[in-house]
């Protein structure tokens, strides 16, 4: 505990020793006429460096047992971390910083949960926040399927939506959470999902965000969705060979809109579904929109390959 009468040179000595211990740069130098809210915050993380290091030493015994004897589960078994979503909750209840831990241990895993109560456009951009700040470690934790948005949760096509959103968003992975709740209906889309990630692995993980393509108004009336819209949005990712393009629209009543690909690339493609492998759209040179409406999922998964000669 800090009182008023805290030394300022003792605050200044937990900082210097949080940034020592962590080597995170994370730590905030405090004025030596600092008040207690900021002194409070330096004991903080202090208290989250030894939190640090504590799983470095846990990470270095595993991989020591590892090649002393061996591991069945993979070839370097890996130490997860089960993150609260904001950064100052985890900060001060779990005694963690998530920047520092992120270097030691493998998987993040923010509490973030694809419901009603966090609009999928809001989802999306936690987990593009969270992968930027654990160095692309980041999985998502799994839908809630059973919370108070059961309804929500047994929807065909929110498992998928939310593993798609999570990948294009620089997230690395997910990892199921309330499972026993699931159905067979569930377990079936999964796999389904599960599929085409295997199948695109390389353009999920190692592919570049663009904004190759964006939304605009029901039946191209011109007016374009904001890119930060809650409901209408359009992600992208691209390798040299190929590119993934995941259209979403969380709308009450969805309905018919446009597609529209930037002058960054004007050649011919043709876009195909990439769970059927249906094409979807075919555009011609020079041709730069095409119509879609999502009517039985809230979000579609196209891919494209790209001609190199």
Not at 70 to 88: Q, T, V
Not at 275 to 290: M, P, S, Y
């Amino acid at each position: 505990m800090i009182s008023k009468k805290a030394s300022a040179p003792a605050v200044v000595a937990f900082d210097k020793l949080s940034e020592a211990r962590a080597g995170s740069g994370a730590a905030e130098a405090v004025d030596p006429g600092a008040d207690i809210a900021n002194q409070y915050r330096a004991w903080l993380w202090f208290r989250a460096s030894l939190t640090t290091e504590r799983y470095k030493l846990y990470k270095e015994a595993i991989s020591k047992a590892t090649r002393e004897f061996g591991a069945k589960s993979s070839p370097e078994p890996m130490l997860g971390w089960w993150a609260a979503a904001a950064e100052d909750y985890t900060l001060a209840v779990c005694m963690q910083d998530g920047r520092a831990l992120s270097r030691v241990i493998d998987p993040v895993l923010p509490q973030l949960y694809f419901r009603y109560n966090m609009p999928p456009a809001a989802f999306r951009d936690a987990v593009r926040r969270h992968a930027w700040a654990t160095q692309g470690r980041s999985f998502w934790a799994g839908i809630d399927s059973d919370d108070d948005a059961t309804g929500f949760a047994n929807t065909p096509g929110v498992l998928t939506a939310a593993v798609l959103e999570t990948l294009m968003a620089g997230g690395k992975g997910y990892c199921m959470w309330a499972g026993a709740y699931m159905d067979t209906r569930q377990w079936a889309e999964l796999a389904a999902v599960n599929g085409v990630i295997a199948r695109y692995e390389n353009t999920f993980l190692g592919g570049k965000e663009t904004d190759l393509f964006r939304a605009h108004a029901p039946e191209g009336k011109g007016d374009y969705f904001h890119p930060w819209s809650k409901a209408v949005f359009v992600s992208t990712r691209e390798t040299k060979s190929e590119g993934l393009v995941l259209i979403s629209d969380y709308r009450a009543e969805r309905a018919p809109f446009w597609v529209e690909r930037s002058t960054a690339y004007s050649g011919p493609m043709t876009l195909t579904d990439a769970f059927t492998g249906a094409v979807v759209a075919k555009l011609a040179a020079g041709q730069w929109d095409f119509r879609i409406h999502l009517q039985n999922s809230p979000a579609r998964l196209l891919v494209w390959r790209k001609n190199l000669h």
